[in-house]
T-cell receptor
C-alpha cells in the first residue's frame, strides 16, 4: 500500500539551530515529492517540490530537501531556523493517480 | 484569479443529518481530492477523482460520498453513517502530467461540527 511516514511528530528548536525533518515513502512507481507548510491559522502552502533531475531541491524561505531514491526518502532541511518557521510541515507523495500526505511534523522554534 | 473555492467555511450539523460540502475550481485541473485534517493525523485522503464521472475511494471513504459531474466541481457529502464527522475538510486539485500529479492547490477548508 502507498504510504508516507514522517518520523518526527513534534520538534522543538531554538533559533539558529539546524533543522532536518524526515520523510519516507512507500510507492511502487515514479513519484513526485512535495513539502508543504501550514502556519498557525493559515492554509497549506507549497515549500518545495521534486519531479526529476537534481535530487537536491531548493524551496522558499531557505528550505531545501534531498531525494534519496535508494532510501525512499525526501528529508527537509534548513541550516538556521527562525521563530517565524514555527508551523506544521507535511511531506506528500504524488504518484500516477493520487496524492497522499504524511501525518505532519509540528515545529516550535523558541527565541 | 484562478483558485479553489470551498463553501461554507463553517458548518454545523445535527446528528443523523447528511451535509454536502462544496468545492469548485477554475484552474482547469483534471484531478480533485478531498482530505480530512485532524490534529496529529495529517491529511487523510477521503476520495479522489482524476476525470469527470469517475472517482475512487481513498483511505477513509466510509460514511462519505462524492460526485464529479463537471470538471470544475467535486462536492463531498458527509452522511449520517460517518461516525466521527467533526473535522476540518480540505479540497485540493492538481494538474496531471505523464509522470503523475503536480503540486496541489488547496481551498480554504470547511470546518464541520456535529452538534
Amino acid at each position: 500500500a502507498q504510504s508516507v511516514s514522517q518520523h518526527n511528530h513534534h520538534v522543538i528548536l531554538s533559533e539558529a539551530a539546524s533543522l532536518e525533518l524526515g520523510c519516507n515513502y512507500s510507492y511502487g512507481g515514479t513519484v513526485n515529492l512535495f513539502w508543504y507548510v501550514q502556519y498557525p491559522g493559515q492554509h497549506l502552502q507549497l515549500l518545495l517540490k521534486y519531479f526529476s533531475g537534481d535530487p537536491l531541491v531548493k524551496g522558499i524561505k531557505g528550505f531545501e530537501a534531498e531525494f534519496i531514491k535508494s532510501k525512499f526518502s525526501f528529508n527537509l532541511r534548513k541550516p538556521s531556523v527562525q521563530w517565524s518557521d514555527t508551523a506544521e510541515y507535511f511531506c506528500a507523495v504524488g504518484g500516477y493517480n493520487k496524492l497522499i500526505f504524511g501525518a505532519g511534523t509540528r515545529l516550535a522554534v523558541h527565541p | 484569479d484562478g483558485g479553489i473555492t470551498q463553501s461554507p467555511k463553517y458548518l454545523f450539523r445535527k446528528e443523523g443529518q447528511n451535509v454536502t460540502l462544496s468545492c469548485e475550481q477554475n484552474l482547469n485541473h483534471d484531478a480533485m481530492y478531498w482530505y480530512r485534517q485532524d490534529p496529529g493525523q495529517g491529511l487523510r485522503l477521503i476520495y479522489y477523482s482524476q476525470i469527470v464521472n469517475d472517482f475512487q475511494k481513498g483511505d477513509i471513504a466510509e460514511g462519505y460520498s462524492v460526485s464529479r459531474e463537471k470538471k470544475e466541481s467535486f462536492p463531498l457529502t458527509v452522511t449520517s453513517a460517518q461516525k466521527n464527522p467533526t473535522a476540518f475538510y480540505l479540497c485540493a486539485s492538481t494538474r496531471w502530467e505523464r509522470r503523475g500529479n503536480t503540486e496541489a492547490f488547496f481551498g480554504q477548508g470547511t470546518r464541520l461540527t456535529v452538534v
